[in-house]
């Protein structure tokens, strides 16, 4: 990979938040604040996945640059779901690189609006904010209508050399939500959780909290220790599994492992 010797660059490296797994695959957090974008490398992959507020475009940018990369040089863009601050730069990315999208399929009809409907609140305060926000809707929360190369149904497996990155859906906050797994120890997760409340996962906005818990089953049911969210710090799997044993009562949802 590009700048892996220069010390100038593993000094960044260092200060950002990073993760690598057993077969080599190296997590660099190049966004954080609002939402959460991580880059996903190994030898000539340079995999984006989401790409924050279009507000933070140029930041990105610059990140990527630090990192000794740039954005032509990305080969994949993941999009973990299609709410505006997880794909507002998508088309630009696009315009300046040759990357494949990879999105659900279940996106389909939202992309070419360029608007996804904002989710259902979880609590009180945030049900009033999402009613709030149906009324400003696309003026306020949509984004420029993009192509994706890749649309998934089901579970897909990426053709790296190892097929080592396998993308599951985990529908819930979303309709067309996805994790991304990766090396079976890491999965980058999108808002089907969030790391932001201390010893809570539960997003403040989700559709269908029932899917939701589900999908922290199909999650459980991997070998993953670590789960990347879109908001927040790195979750680990003792608390999914004591929130997941906590809310699936709810939700009538037993846990299959």
């Known amino acids: ?18 993760w690598k797994t057993k ?5 660099i957090q ?28 140029k930041k990105l940018s610059k990140k990527i640059d630090l990192l000794g990369l740039s954005l032509d040089k990305i080969t994949h863009l993941i999009l973990t779901h299609t709410h505006f601050d997880h794909c507002q730069s998508a088309r630009k990315i696009k315009e300046n690189s040759s990357c494949k999208i990879i999105v659900s399929c279940k996106a389909g009809d939202s992309i ?6 904002l989710p259902k609140g979880t609590i009180y305060i945030t049900r009033q904010i999402s009613k709030l926000g149906q009324l400003i809707e696309k003026k306020r929360f949509g ?13 897909y497996d990426l053709n790296s050399t190892d097929n080592l990155i396998n993308i599951i859906e985990t529908s819930g906050h979303s309709e067309d939500s996805i994790s991304i797994l990766i090396d079976n120890e890491i999965a980058i997760v999108g808002d089907v959780m969030f790391g932001v409340f201390k010893n809570s996962i539960f997003p403040p ?27 927040g710090n790195e979750i680990k799997r003792e608390l999914l599994k004591k929130q997941y044993d906590k809310y699936a009562r709810k939700h009538n949802t037993q846990y299959s492992q």
């Open 30 to 57: 190049v966004l954080s604040g609002r939402s959460n974008t991580y880059l996903l490398l190994k030898d000539k992959l340079v995999i984006l996945i989401d790409t924050g507020k279009e507000s933070a475009y």
């Open 143 to 155: 984004y420029q209508p993009f192509e994706p190369d890749i649309l998934i149904s089901g579970d």
């Open 205 to 231: 906005y989700a559709d269908n909290t029932g899917k939701m818990i589900k999908s922290w089953d199909r999650l459980l049911n991997t070998k993953c220790s670590i789960f990347l969210p879109g908001h």
């Open 23 to 27: 077969n080599g695959y190296k997590i």
């Open 1 to 18: 990979m590009q700048g892996d010797q220069n010390p100038q660059i593993i000094a960044i490296r260092k200060l950002m938040n990073n």
């Open 112 to 117: 070419d609006n360029g608007y996804t409907k």
